[in-house]
């Protein structure tokens, strides 16, 4: 029964070593492949907005024109 308590006791010491020595500050920032993707969905909806546009102000007007008839 010593020896499972023993095993336990170091396995506790053994984490908590490993935690005290892990940096906090690396869990704040966004890491370089999250920032890359992040730019590029800002991207892509930019692209999806300057093509949307065109097409809205093309539906409004034939509409309009289907209104008339």
């Given amino acids: 029964m ?4 023993y095993f336990k006791f ?3 010491i053994f984490l908590s070593i490993i935690l005290l020595f892990i940096p906090t500050s690396t869990f704040a920032a966004y890491p370089k492949l999250i920032s890359t993707i ?11 907005i300057r093509i949307a546009t065109p097409a809205a102000a093309v539906s409004v007007r034939y509409r309009g024109v289907y209104e008339k008839i």
């Fill in 38 to 48: 992040i730019n590029a969905f800002e991207t892509i909806k930019t692209w999806i």
């Fill in 10 to 12: 170091r396995f506790i």
């Fill in 2 to 5: 010593s020896n499972k308590l």
